[in-house]
């Protein structure tokens, strides 16, 4: 079955609007990330967050491993926040902590101006 | 800043040629990784290491070999590029397994 799924596939927002892209994942991870991949196609690291929250400036993230659901939230969006977003994780079980991930299939997200 | 550099953005090659893949990160991390992303199959993992001349094969290993003689350089090789192998490949690295994974900026292989 799926193993990381993203939600929705496909986001388009106005300049200065908020959004959430959410993560469900099948099993216990004790790894999971957030990447943005800009239209040039570099991934940038967001954010490194098996549990709880964190805040970066606009970007925060909240990951609830007890229901196996992580949330990124983009707030006052910027046409510069347009791109595909990434969750990755290493599932827990059988894991060695390699950092070998596991990518979802990315939510695309169009900010216009 | 982390740094992870490959070595070229666009390359193209022949089918039947060797192809090498060069990837520099300047951090003296432990762990490498090469992926490549293909459009609907999301990205996939070829190969990791995570130690000089130790390796690991990820998801998708056939027909790709790798090469780590450096902590800091791991070179992804094409024995037989085919045309299948047309992909963006993106190499990656971190400290250790439960660190923040950085990529490189990607090489985007054409094989004709």
């Known amino acids: 079955g799926i193993q990381v799924e993203q939600s929705p596939p496909d986001l388009i927002l106005q300049e200065g609007a908020n959004s959430t892209l959410r993560c469900n994942f099948s099993d216990s991870v004790n790894n999971l990330q957030w990447f943005h991949q800009n239209p040039w196609g570099q991934l940038i690291n967001l954010f490194y967050?098996?549990?709880g929250t964190k805040q970066n400036g606009r970007l925060s993230a909240t990951t609830v491993a007890t229901e196996r659901y992580s949330l990124l939230y983009i707030s006052s969006s910027q046409t510069t926040d347009s791109g595909v977003y990434f969750c990755a994780v290493e599932f827990a079980r059988g894991s060695s902590n390699t950092g070998k991930l596991i990518f979802g299939q990315g939510t695309t997200l169009q900010v216009k101006p | 800043d982390v740094k992870v550099t490959q070595s070229s953005r666009y390359l193209v090659k022949r089918t039947g040629e060797k192809v090498f893949l060069e990837c520099v990160q300047d951090?003296?991390?432990?762990?490498m990784f090469w992926y490549r992303q293909d459009p609907g199959l999301g990205l996939r993992l070829i190969y990791f290491?995570?130690?000089?001349?130790?390796?690991e094969k990820g998801d998708i290993p056939e027909g790709y070999s790798v090469s780590r003689e450096k902590k800091e350089r791991f070179s992804l090789i094409l024995e037989s590029a085919s045309t299948n192998q047309t992909s963006m490949y993106l190499c990656?690295?971190?400290?250790?397994?439960?660190?923040?994974?950085?990529f490189g900026s990607g090489t985007q292989l054409s094989v004709l």
């Open positions: 290491s995570y130690d000089v001349k130790m390796k």
């Open positions: 967050i098996p549990s």
């Open positions: 951090m003296d991390h432990e762990n």
């Open positions: 990656a690295s971190s400290w250790r397994g439960y660190e923040k994974l950085f």
